[in-house]
Structures are given as C-alpha cells and as structure tokens.
C-alpha cells in the first residue's frame, strides 16, 4: 500500500495473532469454497456432479463469442456508475445537511437510515407494488404527469427503476458512515477557519471534504464493489434483466447461471470475468485515487 | 433362570426402545398456503403410523430449492425427498445416478404400483420412453382460460358463453375494448401457454425426437408456419390495444384478480387466489384453440412440479419413501388435496371420486383442467422433456418482449428464439452425454 | 454550524425531509399494507395510501400466529426473530472484533506478508456469497457444523468492509499520539484499549449497525444451510409466507411481519446514534 505510517510498534510475533482469527475464517470458509467454485470455471458438468469433463477454456470462448454478453458489459459500466455517483452525491448532501441541524437531527438519521433494514426479499417486492404499470402508486402519479411507465416494454425506463432501487439501498448505508464521519472532524479546526473568516462554502471544500476523504474513499470502493456485486436481487425481483436483455447486468447473467439454469460452469467462468474487472477496478482506485486522499 | 430374574428380563425387554423411527427428508418450495398443505399431509402420514416419519422443510422457491439440493447432494447430504418444478425434469433425469426413478422405489418397497390408475397427460410427462415412471406427480396444473364474468355482461357478451376459438377471442377483446377495458386480454407464463401448450394443445411438436422424450438431440421447431401465426396473431392484438404483455412468469396474474385486465391464459392453480380474492364473477374455460388445425384441441401440457427421490439411501429409508408416495396416490388424500388446492388429481380414481361428491356442480369450472388432460396423449402431445429448459423459456421470453415492443417481427423472434434455443440445447447434450 | 443562519438551517430541514419522504416512501407503503386487508390491496389497483383498519388483527395473526381470514395459518415470528437476533448479534460482534485487530495489526505493524494478507482479505469482496454457496456449502458439512449456530454464523464473519474501514480510520489517527503513548511506556495492546478503541467509537457504532442488520437480513446462507424449520431466521419466515406457485398471497399479514422484523434493526438505529452524539461531545483530538 502506497500510505505508510511513520510510527509503528517492532514486534515480531504480535501482529501474526492480530490477523489469525481473520487470515484463518478467510481461508477455510473464503479461499478454500472459491478455489473449488472457480475451478469449476474449466469444467462442464450437469447439475449434480455425476457427469463431469475437462474443457479448459471453453467456457471463457463461448462467453466472448456471445454478442449479448459483450452488450452487457455496456449495461453493467452504465449501471455502475450511475449507482455509484448518484448514490454518493445523494448521501453526502443528506449527511451534510443533518450535521447541520440540531433539532430532530436523530429523528432524521433513524428515518434515512432505516430502509437499510428492509430485508431484501421485501424491497424488491415493494419496488414492484410501487412500479407496476398502470396499476402502481408511482406509475400512476407518473401517468397524471403526463409521462407513460411501462418498464415491461421499455428498457431505459427498466434501466431507471433498477438503478432507482439500487441507488436508494446504499443511500442509507452511505448516509451512515457520511454522518459517522463528518461527526468525528473536531468542532474546533471548522471553528478556527470560521474566525480566519472563510464561509460556510468554502470551509466545506477546503476543510470538510479533505478530512473526510478517507470516508469518501471507503464509500467509492464499497459503492462500484456494490454495484457490481449486490444488485443481483434487485435485477431478479424488478425486471429479470428485460426487456430482452436491457438489464441484464453482469452479475445477474452470473447468478441466473448458476442458480436457476444450472450452469455451474458457465456461472463460475462469468465470475471468474467480474472478480478479474472488479480487482482492476479496485487496484486503479488504491494506485491513483488514494494519493489523493488525505490522511 | 428363577423367577425373579424371569421378571427382571420381561422389564428390561420392555423397556427397551422402540426400532427407532427411519426419518425422511422432503424438500419443498410450497410457501403460505401451499405450505399448509404440504405440512397437513406430512403430519397426517406421520400420524397413521410409527416405522416413518416424513420431515418437510420448505426450502425457497423451486430454483433455491434445487440449489440447495444440487450442494447437498455434492456434500453427501441430499434429502430423501426433492420437490422439483416441470422443467427440471430433464436435468434430473440426465444426472447420472442422482436419482432413484419412482416406479423401482415402489415395487422394490413391494408396493402395488400401476402407471395406469394415473391420469395419463400428468404423469406421462415423467414418464420415461419404456414407461417407467421416473417421479411422481405431486402439484400439476394446466393451462387454462380465465375470464371476467362480469366485464363480458357490461359488454353485452354472455358470462356463460366463454369464446373456445383464437379468432372468437379476438372478437371478445375488441368488444370490452370498445366498451374501456383498457386490457382486455393478457397471458402469463408466455412460453408454457402460448407455445408449449398451444404446441400440443393443437398435436403438434415443440421440439424434434418426441419432444425430447426420444433424445437429447433433440431440436427445437416452434417456428413452424402455425406458430408464426398465432404470435402474429398476438402482436396484431397487441398493436391494436387488445393484448397487453403484463411481465414475466406468473406476473399477469395479479391483473387479472385485480380486475384490470378481463381475460388471461394462465395456470388452473390460479383459481384458489382469485375465487378467494377477486371482486367479481370469475370464469374458467379451455385454452382457446384454431378450429382449422386437425386435431386440435388434443391436450394441454402441465406445469407446477413433481416428487422425486435422491439416490444414496439405504433401503429402509426407501421403503419409507415408497410407502409415503402410496398414502399420496390414495384417492382420498388426492382428492382432498386436488379439492382444497386447485392442483389437479393425478389419479382417475380421485377425479372420479371428486365428481361423485358433487364438488364440480358446487364449483363450476374446477373441473375444466382436468377435463384438458384426461384424454389419451399422442406422441406429440404428453409433454416436453428438454434440458436447460429454464433458460429457453427466459430466451422465449426475450425474443418475445421485442416483438411486443414493437422492435422485431414475429418470424425473426421465432427464428432468434429458436437458433439460441438450440444451442442450449447442443450444451446441455454435451454436458451429459459421457 | 459555526454562525447562526436560520435560512441554512431552514434550506437544511428541507432539504433532509425531502429525502426522508424520497428514502421513507417504501417503509410508508409497507406500514399501510399491513393496516389493510389482503382484499384491499390486491383488489384496488393502485393501492389505497391510507392506513386501513385491519391492524389489530394482522398484527396479531403476525405476532402469534393463529388463522387468517383466508384460512391459512400462520406461525408466529418469535420464534424466528430469537434465531435472527443471535445470528445478528454474533456476526455484528464477531466482525467487528477480528477486523479491527487485523486492521490494527496492518496499519501499525510491519511485517513479512502484510501486503498480501490485506489483499487476501480484501478479495473477499470480489467473489459474491451466492457463487461460492455450493463449495462453502460442502465445507461446512465437511466440518461437522450443519445445522448449528456456529455453521450459521462463522462462515459470514470475515468481513473486508470493517477491515477496510477500520484501516481508513486508523491511518488518520496522528501519529503523535502513538508516539506519546510509547513516551509513556506503553506496549501496542495498552495503546489499542486506551487510545485507539476510544477513538473509533463513531466507526464503530456505524458499523454495528450495518453489521447487525447484514446478520439480520441473513436469506441466502440459512435457506441453503439450514433444515431445522426450528433455525430459520425471519427474512425465510418472510419468505416462506410467499405463497409458491400460483396461490395467492396475504399480502397484509407478510407486510406486518416485515414491519415487525425490522423494529428489532430501527431500535439498533437509534441507541447507535448515542454513540455518535457522544463522539461529538466529548472528543477534542
């Protein structure tokens, strides 16, 4: 890691016990299942294993010859990104916003943080209670606006109720750890530039947001992580990756594979792609996002 | 030996344990009421005797279900008892040693088991070739045609009198159209209705080698002039307002309970839900057919799932399983649960019963599904038995979806649906062909 | 903030109800379906936005189960509510715990492998439960832990997130304060307790609370893993009440459970915030 610290302690066998218990639950229940899980990547099996065959590569090849599978790489950078900044940017202004006020600050933080815990299952079904065309509470509100929702049929609005369902999971968990971190910048350093004479906007860009750049950070990662990874549910409860294909993002191409259709090699060799896209991701963002970030 | 120790012997022998129960695992993907049901006859079989016990555990949907079984079974631990949906089929039956076909649990277990006391359109769908029965039918519905009785009498239609022919249909939607229905006709489930079904409703193949049953070489053929013009058709519908695409698998419907939309091909176990939740006089008919097709309408093809048995037990645990599947043939339990669920009866014998206790005059149209699948199948026509059907029906789907969008024609969707079909297929014969 | 300026403050409590109506909106639709009957919502499309008058009675058939009007029947939650507590509590602490003695043992120690162990825990991120369930799956029965809390609970305890929080938070911990623990003689241990826990009482605190609600929301692992009906977590209970096939459900009466489920993670909501409120009052760094 590019970040160093300047002060440490010089034991030798202590920092060996501080990451046992992680190093040890990582590699039985983590590396162990997904070494066996990706090996399946070079197999083609049926479903219970009786019948299973070497076929090195073949699963990668037929997935690049796939011309719907090379379109959802388009879909899943779309989606990402627009999850990624719309659920960031959303947050921070919402966690800015309750720093700032004293009165029913808790009330607003148990309100904003609370739809984190509606159980998946749930929140995908209340999307469709809400969406569902013409008879839903929003797709009616829509309809007297004069703007015709039928995500069925048309995929860019497909493409905006997954993104609105994605993107209103994580403002809850962004919200939190904004808040977390904005509480924890000491009163006196904004109360310092306050007298230096700088305003409230101006404090905001040159002191709040440096110190909590190691939050933001966090949050980039955890957010593309999220987008790319997490969002399975949300595709197969709202939209089944239609119309056609036009939300069929990576990941549900994956989970369909392997847990409806069967194809546990097709599935492991996608997953296989996505860990390889993500850790490129995530290996950019520590190489040249994290200079910037202020410790 | 004296007495006393006579005595002590007779206690002890007394005292010792019963032969410990043999238990039996079932996994299930019934929820809510359904779950009820599976629970009710678990309990009741359990009651009836003391060497079995039937443990249900509900396990997800069907897709979870299987998931957990497939990683079960690879660790060693499958169940007894897998409840798997339709089109599993043919992956259970490729999987090399995984399961125990029914018909040997049974005459192994020394039980009485005829294939022929079943109704022959449910069980020859998993019916192997030579007639081995391979799983048993446990929750089986079919296609049928819903209708708004009250919506047909404010259009001037006569409730009683549901259109039997596409074209009829047709005539029907335009006049609630014209009356503001704004959805006058919807489907769901679209491949299964208007493809699977439609295919042998009107005795004519789905799929080459039998559909399937023959080999899995098999090929796909649902893009045969007669399927072209029945989606066409439907896109004419669609076009002009008549037929709404309202989603994916079972999405439709809650329209149709809800009142929006005013007819719908959909499941005949949708009939419990909407008698129950509907505000209005609801109707059941045949799937519509086209008169100028010869031998339409033969019979329509199941959904829902069936019972199958994992293999790896010891043989008193299979006795177990065979002597529950016999309390679950029995006329009475079938009829109980083809009364209190909406899924057919899969044996004659319990349909029989059902009709001589008037359940049919006392709900009108309970009995149209059955009437769809009791007649003899042809070959073309008792069921489709493809691998990874899961992901053509979601390519039918797709394909689908830009003809009702208005983005492809009929043909070339068939045609897509059909060549990408096809190599799902060529995978799946590659996968289990050693 | 800093200056008394009632507009802000006016533009502020705007702008935060706006998103509570935006992010609430769903949680509100949940709360008035389960006031309604099962009729009521499946019969008017769209469905009605005011509380009904069936609360007492779904909230009742949800809490202690019993008969519906539909006739079916429903087992009560308590039950479940017990298993998804501990399973929350146990991963929510576990996590917390091993994450941030790793993320101690990472930032303030040098030594051999220290890149590759964060990374190797790091790639726990990169590969999603639901494509190594089968292979963990087997581990696990592998181990003897089928059906126990441990199995439930253990194979979820690694936690990338909390390590790479804790991370973030310990890099910006000034490196005097280390320097003046050591002054005073104190080993790493002395200063993880006395300086380093007291400082991250705001990261713990969010973290507790998206920990206990991941461990709540539990549905994939327990589903596979379980086949004691007896330790099934709530969301299956949620789930299980979602009729398969084509029966109808009570939609009401699954509503009110869901509202009942997540009472438990709105009461973790609000007690965390003590936590935060107290950071800002006392820390002076």
């Given at each position: 890691?590019?970040?160093e ?5 010089g034991n ?11 190093m040890?639950?990582v590699t039985?229940?983590?590396f162990?299942?997904a ?8 197999l ?6 009786g019948?299973s ?13 796939d ?5 959802s ?9 627009l ?13 800015v ?46 309809r ?8 069925l049929?048309?995929g860019?609005q ?7 369902a ?10 939190l ?14 109360e ?6 700088a305003r409230?906007?101006h ?26 990874f ?33 194809d ?7 997953s296989v792609?996505?860990?390889a896209?993500?850790i490129?991701?995530?290996?950019v963002q520590?190489?040249?996002?994290e ?5 | ?8 012997a ?5 005292a ?21 049901w599976?629970?009710g006859?678990?309990?009741?079989f359990n009651?009836q ?9 509900f ?6 279900a ?28 490729a ?6 076909p029914v ?5 192994d ?7 022929k006391?079943?109704?022959?359109a ?27 009785k ?6 001037g239609?006569?409730p ?48 080459t ?30 076009r ?21 939309c ?8 949708a ?8 505000k ?7 799937l ?19 019972l199958?048995?994992m ?14 599947f016999?309390?679950?043939?029995r006329?009475?339990v079938q009829?109980?649960s083809?009364?209190?669920?909406g ?20 709900n ?16 073309k ?11 053509i029906?979601a390519?039918?789907?797709e ?16 045609d897509t ?8 297929l ?9 | ?20 109506l ?7 639709v949940?709360?008035?379906a389960?006031?309604?009957t099962?009729?009521q ?37 308590a039950p ?6 501990i399973?929350a ?8 715990s ?11 120690f ?12 790091f ?16 581990v ?20 990338a ?45 969010a ?7 991941y ?11 379980t086949?004691?009906?007896?330790k ?9 009440m979602?009729?398969g ?7 009401n009466v ?22 935060f409120?107290k950071?800002?009052?006392d820390?002076?760094k």
């Amino acid at each position: 890691m590019a970040i160093e610290k300047r002060v440490r302690f010089g034991n030798r066998w202590l920092p060996w016990l501080l990451v046992a218990p992680q190093m040890v639950v990582v590699t039985i229940f983590f590396f162990w299942p997904a070494g066996s899980a990706l090996y399946q990547s070079v197999l083609l099996e049926d479903a219970f294993g009786g019948s299973s065959q070497f076929v090195g590569l073949d699963n990668f090849n037929r997935l690049f010859s796939d011309g719907s599978y090379l379109a959802s790489f388009r879909t899943t950078a779309v989606f990402s990104l627009l999850v990624a900044s719309c659920g960031i940017c959303i947050a921070l202004l919402l966690a800015v916003m309750a720093n700032r006020v004293i009165r029913g600050a808790t009330l607003y933080t148990t309100l904003l943080v609370w739809p984190y815990a509606v159980a998946p299952a749930i929140a995908g079904v209340l999307w469709l209670f809400m969406f569902a065309p013409s008879v839903g509470i929003v797709s009616h509100a829509l309809r007297s606006l004069g703007i015709e929702w039928n995500h069925l049929l048309n995929g860019n609005q497909a493409m905006a109720l997954i993104i609105m369902a994605a993107v209103w999971k994580q403002i809850s968990y962004n919200f939190l750890f904004f808040l977390a971190g904005l509480q924890s910048i000491p009163k006196s350093l904004i109360e310092a530039a306050a007298i230096d004479g700088a305003r409230p906007w101006h404090r905001f860009w040159t002191i709040v947001f440096p110190l909590l750049s190691p939050t933001t950070f966090f949050l980039l990662v955890i957010n593309i992580v999220y987008a790319f990874f997490d969002t399975f549910a949300i595709v197969d409860a709202a939209t089944q990756g239609g119309p056609g294909k036009d939300t069929a993002i990576l990941v549900y191409k994956a989970y369909y594979d392997g847990f409806k259709a069967m194809d546990l090699g097709g599935s492991a060799a996608q997953s296989v792609i996505l860990m390889a896209i993500v850790i490129a991701l995530t290996v950019v963002q520590f190489r040249y996002v994290e200079r910037r970030v202020q410790y | 030996m004296n007495f006393k120790a006579l005595i002590a012997a007779a206690v002890l022998a007394a005292a010792a344990p019963a032969q410990a129960q043999v238990e039996i695992q079932w996994w299930h993907a019934m929820g809510g009421a359904l779950g009820e049901w599976v629970n009710g006859l678990a309990k009741d079989f359990n009651d009836q005797q003391k060497d079995y016990k039937v443990v249900p555990v509900f396990k997800g949907n069907y897709d979870e279900a299987m998931t957990a079984a497939v990683a079960a079974y690879r660790a060693g631990n499958a169940p007894h008892i897998l409840q798997v949906f339709e089109v599993g089929t043919a992956t259970m039956m490729a999987s090399k040693g995984a399961i125990v076909p029914v018909a040997k649990v049974m005459s192994d277990a020394g039980l009485k088991f005829d294939p022929k006391t079943y109704v022959p359109a449910v069980s020859g769908y998993y019916t192997a070739p030579n007639g081995q029965m391979l799983s048993l039918p446990f929750n089986s519905s079919t296609t049928v045609f819903h209708y708004n009785k009250d919506a047909f009498k404010a259009a001037g239609m006569d409730p009683e009198k549901p259109p039997t022919t596409w074209p009829e249909v047709a005539l029907a939607a335009a006049k609630l159209k014209a009356t503001g229905h704004k959805c006058p006709l919807t489907t769901s489930w679209v491949s299964w209705t208007q493809l699977e079904s439609f295919s042998a409703w009107h005795n004519v193949e789905f799929a080459t080698k039998r559909n399937g049953f023959n080999g899995l070489d098999a090929r796909l053929v649902f893009n045969t002039p007669l399927h072209v013009r029945h989606i066409e058709n439907l896109a004419n519908l669609s076009r002009q307002g008549l037929f709404v695409y309202k989603g994916r698998a079972g999405a439709a419907d809650a329209t149709f309970v809800s009142g929006e939309c005013a007819m719908y091909t959909g499941s005949s176990a949708a009939y419990g839900n909407i008698k129950r939740n509907a505000k209005f006089a609801s109707g059941i008919s045949a799937l519509p057919y086209y008169p100028d097709v010869p031998g339409a309408p033969q019979n329509t093809v199941i959904g829902g799932a069936s019972l199958w048995v994992m293999s790896g037990k010891t043989p008193g645990e299979y006795k177990g399983v065979g002597a529950f599947f016999d309390y679950l043939s029995r006329a009475d339990v079938q009829a109980k649960s083809h009364q209190m669920t909406g899924y057919l009866p899969i044996t004659l014998a319990a349909f029989e019963m059902t009709e001589k206790s008037g359940f049919y005059t006392k709900n009108p149209g309970a009995d149209v599904a059955v009437n769809q699948m009791i007649r003899k199948t042809t070959d073309k026509s008792r069921g489709i038995r493809l691998g990874n059907f899961v992901q053509i029906r979601a390519i039918i789907d797709e394909e689908l979806e830009g003809v009702w969008a208005g983005k492809q024609g009929v043909k070339e969707a068939l045609d897509t649906a059909v060549r990408r079909g096809n190599e799902q297929l060529e995978r799946f014969e590659k996968a289990n062909r050693s | 903030m800093v200056e008394r300026r009632p507009v802000m403050t006016l533009v502020a409590h705007l702008v935060l109800i706006i998103g509570v109506l935006l992010v609430s909106f769903p949680l509100y639709v949940t709360l008035v379906a389960s006031t309604q009957t099962s009729e009521q919502i499946v019969q008017q499309a769209p469905m009605s936005l005011l509380p009904g008058s069936n609360l007492i009675d779904t909230y009742r058939a949800a809490l202690f189960g019993g008969q519906t009007a539909s006739g079916s029947r429903i087992s009560p939650v308590a039950p479940m509510l017990k298993v998804s507590f501990i399973c929350a509590m146990v991963i929510a602490l576990g996590k917390i715990s091993i994450s941030m003695l790793s993320a101690f043992a990472f930032v303030y120690f040098r030594f051999p492998g220290r890149t590759l162990c964060f990374w190797m825990v790091f790639i726990t991120l990169m590969l999603p439960v639901e494509v190594r369930i089968g292979p963990t799956y087997q581990v696990v029965a592998g181990l003897g832990l089928l059906n126990t809390y441990a199995g439930l609970t253990v194979p979820l305890i690694a936690s990338a997130t909390a390590t790479f929080l804790f991370r973030q938070f310990f890099l910006t911990v000034p490196d005097e304060l280390t320097e003046a623990s050591r002054i005073d003689g104190a080993g790493p241990i002395r200063f993880f307790i006395d300086v380093l826990l007291p400082l991250s009482a705001t990261s713990i605190a969010a973290l507790f609370v998206i920990q206990f609600i991941y461990g709540w929301n539990q549905y994939l692992w327990p589903l596979l893993f379980t086949t004691d009906e007896s330790k099934y977590p709530i969301v299956m209970g949620i789930r299980r009440m979602l009729g398969g096939g084509d029966a109808g459900n009570e939609w009401n009466v699954v509503m009110a459970t869901a509202i009942l489920a997540m009472l438990p993670p709105a009461l973790v909501v609000l007690l965390m915030q003590k936590w935060f409120v107290k950071g800002l009052v006392d820390a002076e760094k």
